[in-house]
């Protein structure tokens, strides 16, 4: 049985000897001595503004929000396969996280979480 996971092991010891490798390598090549330039760079343009510019939250929220979501689609997928199988009780179960899920959308709308000005 142990013999099974050996292929696991060998990857898991290649993967450890080629970190520090590659950490090594990038500590040779890269360059020394040089002033770093602390402009914020916008394809090749003069900069508008500065660097340390903080984003709006909504930002923050939106994108959390469309995680959210895109992690329920994919429990609804698996559940749409196995529709047939689950019964009753399967749907049931969904459409209880559907529900919960819905609420919070309406909760987010309710709170001006989806308006973008």
């Known amino acids: 049985m142990a013999f099974d996971y050996f292929h696991i092991l060998i990857f898991a010891l290649i993967a450890a000897v080629f970190f ?15 002033k770093k330039d602390l402009t914020a760079y916008e394809c090749g343009m003069e900069p508008v503004g500065g660097a340390w510019v903080s984003p709006n939250i909504r930002f923050y929220v939106f994108a959390l929000i469309f ?48 308006k973008w000005e």
């Open 20 to 34: 520090p490798i590659l950490l090594g390598v990038a500590a040779l090549v890269s360059e020394r001595g040089v």
């Open 67 to 114: 995680v959210i979501f895109d992690v329920e689609a994919l429990f609804v997928f698996p559940w749409a396969v196995q529709f047939q199988t689950l019964g009753l009780e399967g749907y049931v179960e969904v459409m209880v996280f559907v529900g919960l899920l819905f609420v919070g959308l309406i909760y987010a709308w309710r709170h001006g979480a989806l």
